[in-house]
């Protein structure tokens, strides 16, 4: 049978591996939230056109692409950031706060010039 230390030891670590497994998920990093809905055609364009590859992009790699539903409540670590009526809506958050928005998805030569000059305003760029 263990001993006391031993089984403190393993409630400790019992209690810090289920705090980093069901730690809440927080905003902390930039990263792109785009808006979605069912059956929204511009939604369908944006992932046929950008979507399927921006996670290979630059851009991808600085702010990571998350997916929302624009109709179901946001996840916790997203209550700061509103929904929009207009689907897709593309939002750059860091650390928990919105930094810009983008309606609409006019196409992929524009989505990328928008987002460069959003991207710009991240701290450090």
Do not use: H, Q
């Not at 289920?18 to 902390?28: D, G, H, L």
Request: some cysteine; overall charge positive.
């Amino acid at each position: 049978m263990p001993g006391a230390r031993a089984l403190r030891l393993f409630a400790g670590r019992v209690a810090f591996t289920s705090a980093v497994i069901f730690a809440p998920v927080t905003a902390t990093a930039a990263e792109l939230l785009v808006l979605e809905k069912a059956g929204c055609p511009y939604c369908v364009r944006f992932e046929a056109e950008v979507g399927r590859i921006y996670d290979r992009t630059a851009e991808g790699r600085r702010a990571p692409l998350r997916r929302l539903d624009n109709e179901a409540p946001f996840p916790e670590a997203y209550r700061f950031v509103a929904p929009d009526r207009i689907t897709p809506t593309f939002v750059l958050v860091d650390g928990g706060r919105e930094i810009a928005r983008l309606r609409g998805y006019p196409g992929e030569d524009f989505f990328y010039g928008a987002l460069g000059v959003m991207l710009e305003k991240l701290p450090g760029s």
